[in-house]
């Protein structure tokens, strides 16, 4: 079946800190794979995405590359800061799917002090 | 655009009551989802549709029923409802076209829900 782990949080950094948070994933397929972000009091906001192997997300400077031979796409920021204070989510989505259902993984709260 | 909306965005019930969530797209998209967010369990998918006038069970349907009459909305209901479906609800759309596996789905601001 299609899951996604997420490494436990919360997480808690220092502004300008590195950010990873840890994704792998288990699929029958071969997935399109996803990091939404949901802010205090919103809906769920697509991050970055990546559609096939080695092929690497980025936005507002977080990064993820999807690695299949480790079946992760773990989230990368370079330097943190208190606005990136969200919960993040990992998701996959199979291609040969037809329903375009998403699998989210639990979730990482993050919180950036100055 | 409005995207996705979703009504109300807040709603207290008493165990037993019955109440309706709305959903509205001004999208077009065919696909549309119901999916609760619990903490610690991500999302979890209740209920979708892949067009007007159809419906199907996601992971975790049981106390909810749902109807896509219009293109544009998808409901879902609670006939009696219980504590334990004290949640965050979501509503998602999804386009159905060609390049499909490119898009993700796009989601509404959320329901949150608290039944006594």
């Known amino acids: 079946g299609n899951s996604v782990t997420q490494m436990e949080g919360p997480v808690t950094l220092s502004e300008e800190a590195f950010l990873t948070i840890n994704c792998t994933y288990t699929?029958?397929?071969?997935?399109?794979l996803f990091w939404y972000v949901q802010y205090p009091g919103e809906g769920l906001q697509l991050l970055l995405k990546a559609t096939k192997a080695d092929d690497k997300g980025s936005n507002k400077g977080f990064e993820a590359t999807y690695r299949k031979e480790t079946t992760s796409f773990h989230l990368e920021k370079g330097s943190v800061q208190v606005s990136d204070s969200a919960v993040y989510f990992c998701?996959?989505?199979?291609?040969?799917?037809?329903?375009?259902?998403?699998?989210f993984g639990r979730g990482t709260q993050l919180t950036v002090w100055p | 655009n409005a995207g996705v909306t979703q009504t109300p965005k807040f709603r207290v019930l008493k165990t037993g009551q019955s109440m309706t969530l709305l959903c509205a797209q001004d999208?077009?998209?065919?696909?549309m989802y119901w999916y609760r967010q619990d903490p610690g369990m991500g999302l979890r998918l209740i209920h979708y549709?892949?067009?007007?006038?159809?419906?199907a069970k996601g992971e975790v349907p049981d106390g909810y029923n749902v109807s896509r009459l219009k293109k544009q909305n998808f409901l879902l209901g609670l006939e009696s409802a219980a504590p334990s479906q004290t949640s965050v609800y979501f509503c998602?759309?999804?386009?159905?076209?060609?390049?499909?596996?490119?898009?993700?789905?796009?989601f509404g601001p959320g329901t949150r829900l608290l039944v006594l």
């Open positions: 999208m077009n998209h065919e696909y």
């Open positions: 998602a759309t999804w386009p159905r076209t060609a390049s499909r596996y490119q898009e993700t789905q796009y």
């Open positions: 699929a029958t397929g071969y997935p399109s």
């Open positions: 549709s892949v067009g007007e006038g159809t419906t």
């Open positions: 998701a996959l989505s199979e291609k040969g799917s037809t329903l375009g259902r998403l699998y």
